[in-house]
């Protein structure tokens, strides 16, 4: 049976530190390794910073709703907001690598869904009324080299 931790914090960069620590425990727990929890920290962190920045932006306080799965095969974290909402197209993100852009396109944002894509296994983004991007990650894959 699968497991479930919810965890909702205000969406503000100085809360963001108390979902990697969750983070930390629990997949330490479910047997990840400490280099495949500091890919997933990185991309839970990304996924985090996007709400703080683009849902809600300066003014408009909101919350940032994180649940973890525990599943047999791995994990899911689920970071959902219920901010402005933006046209994704996954296309676009899952096939660019960083080879095929331009410096300037680089450094002019889009980095952190390149960056969840890169670290982990499965990225699911659903934008409608707010926003819910689903991370997975799979135990037991050993990193492919590029
Ligand atoms: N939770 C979110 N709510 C609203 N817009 C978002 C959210 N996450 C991502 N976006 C949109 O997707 C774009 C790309 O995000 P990202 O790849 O992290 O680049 P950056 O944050 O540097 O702009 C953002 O600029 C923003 O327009
Ligand atoms: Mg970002």
Redesign the pocket.
């Known amino acids: 049976m699968n497991s479930f931790i919810h965890l909702t914090i205000p969406a503000r960069a100085e809360f963001i530190d108390i979902v990697r620590l969750t983070l930390f425990g629990i997949a330490n727990k479910a047997g990840f390794s400490y280099e495949e929890i500091e890919d997933m920290k990185v991309a839970v962190t990304?996924a985090c910073t996007?709400?703080v920045?683009?849902?809600y932006g300066n003014s408009r306080p909101g919350e940032i709703e994180i649940s973890f799965e525990l599943e047999g095969n791995g994990i899911t974290i689920r970071i959902k907001?219920e901010?402005?909402?933006?046209k994704y197209e996954p296309a676009g993100n899952k096939s660019v690598t960083l080879h095929d852009k331009e410096l300037s396109e680089v450094t002019s944002?889009?980095?952190?869904?390149?960056m969840m894509h890169a670290l982990m296994d499965k990225v699911e983004i659903f934008?409608g009324r707010g926003?819910e991007?689903i991370l997975t990650k799979l135990l037991g894959r050993k990193e492919e080299m590029a």
């Open positions: 990304e996007n709400v920045l683009h849902a907001d901010g402005t909402s933006f944002g889009g980095l952190g869904l390149f934008s926003t991007v």
